[in-house]
């Protein structure tokens, strides 16, 4: 038990206390990387279990190899098969580097599907992630995006 002192009194708090879930599912937490201030206190906002593990799952897979310092093996390579001629095997590689990444480098995920779908007009491709929080609530997270080549 840890012991906070106020000003005129002793307090007790607990880690019990401190969770907003009646169940005992874990609390995922991350910093909001778009940097956006909490308006109470002007300090960065954080995100929490369903938003954060969302914003991970989505810096991975645009993430390439050898553009995180220090770890060079982590990243996915689907900028990288943009640049390939659009056809249903791209796709399917699009498919396995999003489930490869995700699977290795992301362990509150549980990952149900990737869906790539090529819109051959657009020289892009919509790719739709489904998953579910590890330890969490039960139903599936959706995150739809869109990579397009830009000449």
Do not use: C, W
């Not at 005992?24 to 002007?42: E, G, I």
């Not at 689907?78 to 791209?90: C, D, H, M």
Request: proline share 4%; hydrophobic share 40%; glycine share 2%.
């Amino acid at each position: 038990m840890a012991v906070a002192r106020t000003r005129n009194s002793f307090t007790v708090s607990d880690a019990e206390n401190k969770n907003n879930s009646s169940l005992n599912s874990r609390v995922y937490s991350d910093l909001d990387l778009f940097f956006t201030k909490r308006s109470v206190d002007k300090d960065v906002n954080t995100l929490t279990n369903v938003q954060a593990i969302k914003r991970s799952v989505r810096n991975l897979v645009l993430t390439n190899f050898y553009e995180k310092p220090f770890h060079p093996e982590i990243g996915s390579g689907v900028r990288e098969l943009l640049f390939e001629i659009a056809s249903p095997l791209t796709s399917l590689a699009i498919s396995q580097a999003v489930t490869d990444v995700i699977n290795n480098y992301e362990p509150r995920a549980s990952l149900n599907f990737v869906d790539v779908n090529a819109q051959l007009d657009n020289n892009a491709y919509d790719i739709s992630i489904n998953f579910s929080i590890v330890n969490g609530p039960p139903e599936s997270v959706d995150l739809a995006l869109t990579m397009e080549l830009i000449r």
